[in-house]
């Protein structure tokens, strides 16, 4: 048994709170281990009662400052009041009933408020922050399963930008749904011929358990969108932008966005005239086994455009289109299904046909219902609504102003209104929070998890469902977050077990 003591600039962080029992042997005559982290490279670094930790392991050796009561072992040595092991990104040293994982050196520790605590694990998909020096610096946007202190226990490195994933589960088991361009899950920002979703089982093979891959979805020249898609049980629904081949007017007032969106974009684009081009819109893809439906969202029922990019063609388009939906979700419904589009600063609700039934938000629309007590107005360039019964909850960028927020409207068809019931403002460093693009929110039991989008300063906020005020804050430095999904507990315990990479 050894009892270990080690200083540290700070204060001692520690997994219980310790009591002058804790090193007095128990009634089989056996001390009680406990081990004591006090350092500045592991995550969590507050006063906690956690159980799990990940820091990064540079040249394959662990090394952490650490103090306790716990057994000798083979698997690491102590000296000078360090722990130290051999050990590789995704490998674990259990000691005293903990867990210290390593995580790779291109992924960037988190950091968060003391006491930060989600309720559940979620999935979370981030890109890289291009206003920072994260591509220079040579780190890699993941898709993260982060327990509920924002710990990252399983991860998949990606490329460039963001992504959709989710995990679910069914009688068949646990798999994991992402969008792919070559077969492995990546996120890209493009729509390229070949794009999809495709679908891995987690299967055990001689104990060890990995993703196979038993379903794609890539129709030929229907290139799905990367924003979202939904499983159901006679296949995909998912969002394409279908590409005009032709020009029409696209009734923008005032030159697009000019954002390099795939090469070449900035300049091919900025020359042509925005006020008749062609058009990338909205549409609905139904994908089953016996066929493939593209539904384009029609435009008479939905708001004027209040923002749009130049956007680089997909599928046969040669030259510029202009981008003046940007659908980034879908909630299917029975009847109907709910989309987000951004750049019309409105949720929708359209049928089976693509006719428009109502929306949320946007300066005007013929079927657009009357918001009544929000007190910024309206949703400007909103992300991730989802409507639970006559409860539609959306992720409201405020693109613009440092007002990003979650809200909830009470829809009532009767009247044609949409009531504010719920409004939860994250905290930044400059008080309010600015999202200019991507984010989600999500609620689970007492609190709402928002993916702060384009925020630098935070990347995941957890939102008391009653108030509005924020709970706590978690932030990966030089990564923006597009969506933080809740998985399940079983769905945790079984993604935990898989090879991270």
Not at 236 to 260: N, S, V
Not at 365 to 389: E, N
Not at 488 to 498: H, M
Request: proline share 4%; net charge negative; aromatic share 8%.
């Amino acid at each position: 048994m050894l009892g270990l003591l080690a200083g540290c600039g700070g204060t001692a962080i520690e997994t219980g709170v310790r009591t002058s029992s804790d090193f007095a042997p128990n009634e089989t005559g056996a001390q009680p281990e406990s081990l004591v982290i006090n350092d500045e490279n592991v995550f969590p670094k507050f006063k906690s009662s956690v159980k799990y930790y990940v820091t990064h392991c540079p040249e394959g050796e662990i090394s952490f400052k650490a103090e306790g009561s716990f057994r000798e072992s083979q698997s690491y040595t102590y000296l000078d009041g360090y722990i130290k092991a051999a050990l590789k990104p995704g490998e674990s040293l259990d000691i005293a009933g903990n867990e210290v994982k390593c995580i790779p050196d291109d992924m960037p520790l988190p950091q968060a408020t003391e006491g930060f605590d989600m309720g559940g694990a979620v999935l979370l998909s981030t890109t890289l922050d291009t206003n920072s020096n994260a591509v220079f610096e040579g780190l890699n946007p993941y898709l993260m399963l982060l327990d509920k202190h924002g710990a990252p226990v399983w991860w998949r490195s990606g490329v460039s930008a963001e992504a959709h994933a989710e995990f679910f589960e069914d009688e068949t088991g646990v798999s994991l749904m992402s969008y792919t361009e070559d077969g492995e899950s990546k996120a890209v920002f493009s729509h390229l011929p070949g794009s999809g979703y495709v679908v891995e089982r987690v299967l055990e093979r001689g104990g060890v358990k990995t993703l196979q891959e038993i379903k794609r979805y890539s129709p030929t020249g229907v290139p799905l969108d990367f924003h979202d898609a939904v499983l159901s049980k006679d296949g995909l629904i998912g969002m394409y932008y279908k590409i005009d081949t032709e020009p029409r007017d696209t009734g923008l007032t005032r030159t697009p966005d000019t954002l390099t969106i795939g090469l070449g974009a900035k300049d091919v684009c900025s020359s042509k005239s925005y006020k008749r081009a062609k058009l990338a819109v909205g549409a609905l893809v139904f994908i089953s086994k016996e066929s493939v439906k593209v539904v384009e969202i029609n435009h008479d029922g939905l708001p004027s455009i209040t923002g749009a990019l130049w956007h680089t063609p997909t599928g046969e388009a040669k030259d510029c289109v202009i981008d003046v939906d940007h659908l980034n979700a879908v909630d299917v419904h029975e009847d109907f299904h709910v989309v987000t589009m951004r750049h019309r600063d409105t949720v929708a609700a359209v049928d089976s046909d693509g006719e428009v039934l109502w929306s949320v938000g946007g300066q005007d629309g013929p079927v657009a219902l009357q918001i009544l007590g929000d007190p910024l107005g309206r949703p400007i360039k909103p992300h991730d609504g989802r409507l639970v019964g006559d409860v539609l909850t959306m992720f409201d960028n405020h693109s613009g102003k440092s007002e990003a927020r979650v809200v909830s409207y009470k829809i009532d068809l009767k009247e044609r209104t949409a009531t504010l019931i719920y409004e939860g403002r994250a905290v930044c460093k400059d008080g309010g929070c600015s999202a200019f693009a991507m984010g989600s929110a999500r609620k689970n039991g007492e609190v709402y998890v928002a993916a702060m989008g384009t925020s630098s300063d935070v990347s995941l906020s957890v939102l008391d469902s009653k108030s509005g005020k924020q709970r706590g804050s978690l932030w990966f430095e030089g990564y923006w977050s597009y969506r933080a999904v809740f998985q399940s507990d079983s769905i945790t315990d079984v993604v935990r077990s898989l090879t991270s990479k």
